[in-house]
C-alpha cells in the first residue's frame, strides 16, 4: 500500500474502496467517531453503507469494521449520530447504557423512496441495530435526505432537505422516534444543484456577550464557483421554529473539492469535517485501492471585520516536524525562484506583501512541468488556487482550472497557511475567513517549492516550512 502513489500521509482515507460524505460526527467517552459514506465492495459509488473510523484527537485515525451495511432491501445514505445522555427514545431498553443513536437516510432499493431511519448502538458504536418500527419519518419522496439532528434546549431539531426542490426542512422531536414538521428554509442562494447534507449550527459572536448567530450550512450538487459542486451558508437566527437569514448566502470554501461538511454532536460548536471530493469528476480521480478522503478536520468560528460579519475556518493541524525551511524579508523579483526544500506533505505558512499589479505566491509540488500554483493576483483582487498544471493525470470534467476568492489584503499584507498532502491542497487565508481546498495528482517526484512572481515582484515578509509527519497506524 506504501507503494500507491496517491495515498494521503495524514488525510483520512478508507484503507480500500469508494468513500464520499462524513457521516455521524459524534464524540463519545473520549472517541472522535468518523463514519463515512461507503461502498464495501468496490471503488465506484455503490452499496452504500456506513464505514467506521475512530480517532483520541482528530489526527491519529484507526478504520473500524462497517457500521452499517446496505442490504438487499436497504441502502444507508447519508445521517448523522447524536448522543441521547438522557435516553429520551428508551433505546438503552433496561441495559443502563447511553445509546448512541444514528438517524440515516435509508433508500429503499425497489421504490428509490428516501426516508428517515433509526439505528442504535450500545456499546461505544462497535455494533449497531436497526430500530423495529424503521422508517421514522417517511414522506414517500425519492429526494428526501440527510438528517442532521441537534438537541435543541429540551427536545431534538432535525434538519433534512427536499434535495430537488433546494429547500430545507426543520423537524422536532421529544424522543427521536416521532418528528413533527416545523418549517421550511428555500430556495435562496445557489439553486443549480440539488441541495444537500444540511447542518445547522449556533457560533457565538466576536465582541457580542452573550451573542452569536445561527449558521445554516447547506452543500449544492452543482454549480459551485469553482465548477461542479460545493458549499453554500447562511448566517441567520433559528427562533426554534424557523430560520430567518441576515442575508446573501456565501461560500463555504471557494477551491472545488470541500462538499457535505457536517460538524461533530457532543464537541465544540463548529468542529467539522467534509469529503475531498466533487461529484463533476470524482468517479474518475486516478487513485487506486480507495477513492475519496475527508478534508482536514476544522474548527469554524464567527469573525467580524467593520460590520462583515463571516465564517472562518482553521484547520486541526496534524503532527509536524521541526521547520526545514524559514526565510525572513526577502524581495523577490519577477520570476520564479526555486527554493531549498522539498516534500508532499508540508505546512507551508507565508506573509507577503504583494506589488500593485501581476502575480505574488508561491508554488508546491513542482517538478519538471508540474506546479500547482497559490497567491494573489493583484489585478483581480483575487485569492488564486491554480491547478491547471498540478499533474500530467488528465482527470477531466473540469479538473484542470484556476480557482478563485475575492480578498483584500490586510495593510497589504497577504498571509496564508497551506496544507500539502499527496493527493490535496488547502489553503487558508487571513485568520480563515478564505479558504481553498483542492485535489491535485501530481507525480511523486514533484516535490518541490518555489516563490513566484510576475509583474513588479514581491516582499516575503515570513516563510516557515515543516514537514508533516506521517502518523497513521493503519
Ligand atoms: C451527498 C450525497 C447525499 C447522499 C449521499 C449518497 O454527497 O449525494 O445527498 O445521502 O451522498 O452517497
Same mark, same amino acid.
Given at each position: 500500500m506504501a507503494a500507491e502513489p496517491f495515498r494521503p500521509t495524514y488525510h483520512f482515507t478508507p484503507q480500500r474502496n469508494w468513500m464520499n460524505d462524513p457521516n455521524g460526527l459524534v464524540h463519545y467517552e473520549g472517541e472522535y467517531h468518523l463514519f463515512f459514506q461507503y461502498n464495501p465492495h468496490g471503488t465506484d459509488w455503490g452499496n452504500m453503507s456506513w464505514g467506521h473510523a475512530v480517532s483520541p484527537d482528530l489526527v491519529h485515525w484507526q478504520e473500524l469494521p462497517v457500521a452499517l451495511a446496505a442490504t438487499e432491501a436497504e441502502e444507508i445514505f447519508s445521517g448523522s449520530v447524536v448522543v441521547d445522555h438522557d435516553n429520551t427514545s428508551g433505546l438503552a431498553g433496561s441495559s443502563g447504557q447511553v445509546p448512541l443513536v444514528a438517524i440515516y437516510t435509508s433508500v &429503499?432499493?425497489?421504490?428509490?423512496i428516501q426516508a428517515q431511519s433509526i439505528a442504535f448502538s450500545l456499546d461505544r458504536g462497535r455494533s449497531w441495530q436497526r430500530y423495529a418500527d424503521n422508517p421514522v419519518l417517511d414522506l414517500g419522496s425519492t429526494e428526501f435526505r440527510d438528517p442532521k439532528v441537534f438537541r435543541h434546549h429540551d427536545h431534538w431539531v432535525m434538519v433534512v432537505v427536499l434535495a430537488d426542490d433546494r429547500v430545507i426542512q426543520f423537524y422536532r422531536s421529544d424522543d427521536l422516534l416521532s418528528w413533527t414538521h416545523l418549517s421550511d428554509f428555500g430556495p435562496a442562494g445557489a439553486l443549480d444543484g440539488v441541495w444537500e447534507c444540511p447542518d445547522l449550527v449556533w457560533l457565538p459572536e466576536p465582541e457580542t456577550a452573550g451573542g452569536g448567530r445561527w449558521v445554516l450550512v447547506v452543500s449544492v450538487q452543482d454549480g459551485a464557483p469553482a465548477g461542479g459542486s460545493g458549499m453554500q451558508y447562511f448566517l441567520g437566527d433559528f427562533d426554534g421554529v424557523a430560520f430567518t437569514a441576515d442575508g446573501a448566502a456565501r461560500w463555504f &470554501?471557494? $477551491? @472545488?473539492d470541500c462538499y457535505a461538511a457536517v460538524s461533530f454532536d457532543? @464537541?465544540?460548536? $463548529?468542529l467539522m469535517i467534509g469529503w475531498l471530493g466533487n461529484w463533476a469528476y470524482q468517479k474518475s480521480v486516478p487513485t487506486e485501492s480507495f477513492r475519496g478522503a475527508m478534508t482536514l478536520p476544522r474548527r469554524c468560528a464567527l469573525r467580524r471585520s467593520g460590520a462583515d460579519l463571516r465564517l472562518a475556518q482553521e484547520p486541526v493541524l496534524p503532527q509536524l516536524g521541526p521547520p526545514t525551511l524559514e526565510l525572513g524579508s526577502t524581495d523577490v523579483e519577477s520570476g520564479e525562484r526555486p527554493l531549498p526544500v522539498t516534500g508532499s506533505a508540508l505546512l507551508v505558512e507565508l506573509t507577503l506583501v504583494a506589488g500593485s499589479t501581476g502575480f505574488a505566491g508561491i508554488a508546491v509540488r513542482v517538478g519538471g512541468a508540474e506546479r500547482t500554483l497559490i497567491g494573489y493576483d493583484a489585478d483581480a483582487g483575487e485569492l488564486v488556487l491554480d491547478r491547471?498544471?498540478? $499533474? @500530467? %493525470? &488528465? %482527470?477531466? &470534467?473540469?479538473?484542470a482550472a484556476r480557482h478563485r476568492a475575492a480578498y483584500r489584503p490586510v495593510d497589504g499584507s497577504i498571509r496564508v497557511r497551506i496544507l500539502i498532502d499527496t493527493c490535496s491542497v488547502e489553503v487558508f487565508a487571513g485568520d480563515g475567513e478564505i479558504v481553498l481546498t483542492d485535489q491535485v495528482f501530481p507525480s511523486p517526484t514533484s516535490t518541490g517549492l518555489a516563490l513566484v512572481a510576475e509583474g513588479v515582484g514581491m516582499e516575503v515578509t515570513t516563510l516557515v516550512v515543516r514537514p508533516v509527519l506521517a502518523v497513521d497506524p493503519r
Open positions: &429503499d432499493t425497489g421504490t428509490g &470554501d471557494h $477551491g @472545488a457532543n @464537541a465544540p460548536a $463548529g491547471t498544471r498540478s $499533474g @500530467a %493525470v &488528465d %482527470v477531466g &470534467d473540469g479538473f
